[in-house]
């Protein structure tokens, strides 16, 4: 306990450290900010299919899934402070560009082209990270840094709906540029030569596989380091199970949650005002379930994250209802919709946050890269192929019945994670009533 006082101290007066932080804090929420402008902008302003809403998504993942290793081998050449500059500095021309979007191909084209920067900030911030921060530090300066890349997800997209709602999809694409402005002007201040190791001590780190390297490796050992991380996954106990279960509930939440514009549009008059305060309230819900759910300590991290799946499963389908139902409810269906997606928020914050708990407790930190890269690797694909079906089955059946599809597969997984940790508390106190019969 000493110990970990002690190495927060130190990291707190690591002022390349923390400034790095703050510039990641403000970069990471440029890469969200703009996503709910962009869905109303299309889904609602330009009214597009299904199909061109999936497209959009797509257009945005896609790049981070396939370019992932060249960017970190990027990482390994190039100077990494000026690659996050220039990264930041293509972003604030890019983001700009929406304002003048007026056809769907430039969206397209400008997600793309931002996603390809997006991916090559990450990389180069984690090895930055290896050069100011000592090894010792390392686990726990990683620590800080995915807690401040997952409250991004959650306030970018909230902070975007509010902008969207109170003053249009105009100045939140102002505002997004101005914080990748933000984000290069604050690394001007970080070192661009390397602080904590030399040439000699990179070489024997790149031979030895015991150290818990946070970089991106180079092409020729992706792989092997992508089957170490699924391998150490496999053994964690509940880690690689509940990885699965998690994965499976981001493909069904995306069934519904990538054509929720296409749902809205079924209410007369809707406002482009609903998606935002919508967002932002699922945002809130989010953030007051990542601040509770450390505090619910009787209940473990599976019968949270069960829990939280099925509720959110039955928030997805009662809003499909609620569409389909009374769509002419006007302002009361528009503030139900908004409780809803509020509790929706609170119910995927408890299916995301004891996951992340989880698996911070349970890896070994000479591993953290590669497990953590693991699994990221996974949700990346769960949110491509969400997207996909999603748009399939609206193009299909109808926004509706892709609701409540989603829905109903939501809470049946919910289900599966109580059954699963009621099964492991059987199994355990099988386990050691053998024990103790055997002495």
């Not at 992932?68 to 996050?84: C, E, I, Y």
């Not at 726990?140 to 840094?145: E, L």
């Not at 409250?151 to 970018?156: A, L, N, P, Q, T």
């Amino acid at each position: 306990m000493e110990m970990t006082i002690k190495g927060q101290h130190e990291l707190k007066n690591n002022r390349p450290f923390v400034t790095l932080m703050v510039a990641q804090a403000v970069s990471n929420l440029g890469d969200w900010l703009h996503l709910l402008a962009i869905l109303t902008l299309v889904g609602i302003r330009w009214n597009a299919t299904p199909w061109e809403i999936t497209f959009t998504t797509l257009c945005a993942a896609l790049p981070v899934l396939l370019t992932g290793p060249f960017a970190g081998a990027l990482a390994d050449r190039l100077n990494r402070k000026w690659l996050m500059i220039v990264a930041d500095g293509a972003r604030i021309v890019i983001v700009a560009g929406f304002i003048f979007a007026d056809q769907i191909w430039h969206v397209y084209v400008l997600l793309i082209l931002k996603s390809l920067f997006d991916v090559v900030f990450s990389p180069a911030k984690n090895g930055k990270l290896k050069e100011i921060v000592p090894h010792g530090q390392l686990a726990q300066a990683v620590s800080i840094s995915s807690v401040i890349e997952q409250m991004s997800k959650i306030i970018g997209p909230a902070l975007g709906g509010l902008l969207v709602a109170a003053f249009g999809i105009t100045w939140c694409f102002v505002l997004d540029s101005v914080s990748f402005l933000l984000s290069g002007i604050i690394l001007l201040w970080i070192p661009g030569s390397r602080m904590i190791q030399s040439a000699t001590q990179i070489v024997q780190e790149g031979k030895d596989d015991s150290e818990g390297d946070i970089e991106t490796r180079q092409n020729g050992t992706f792989l092997n380091d992508t089957l170490e991380g699924i391998r150490m996954l496999a053994s964690l106990p509940q880690v690689g199970t509940t990885l699965v279960l998690l994965a499976s509930a981001i493909l069904f939440l995306q069934f519904a949650d990538s054509q929720t514009v296409v749902l809205f549009r079924q209410l007369p008059g809707i406002s482009s005002d609903l998606l935002g305060w919508c967002v932002a309230a699922s945002g809130v819900g989010t953030l007051i379930a990542a601040m509770s759910v450390r505090k619910w300590k009787r209940a473990g991290h599976v019968l949270k994250m069960g829990l939280g799946t099925s509720v959110t499963g039955l928030v997805i389908g009662v809003a499909g209802m609620v569409v389909g139902f009374w769509p002419h409810a006007g302002l009361a269906a528009n503030l139900l919709l908004v409780s809803l997606f509020a509790l929706a928020g609170i119910g995927i914050g408890f299916a995301v946050v004891p996951f992340q708990i989880l698996l911070q407790e349970r890896t070994p930190e000479a591993m953290t890269g590669r497990v953590f890269g693991t699994v990221g690797s996974v949700m990346t694909a769960s949110n491509i192929m969400g997207p996909v079906v999603g748009g399939f089955l609206v193009s299909s059946f109808g926004v509706i019945p892709a609701f409540v599809c989603s829905g109903i597969l939501l809470t049946l997984l919910g289900l599966i994670y109580v059954l699963k940790r009621k099964q492991s508390k059987i199994d355990g106190k099988l386990v050691t009533e053998a024990v103790t019969a055997g002495e």
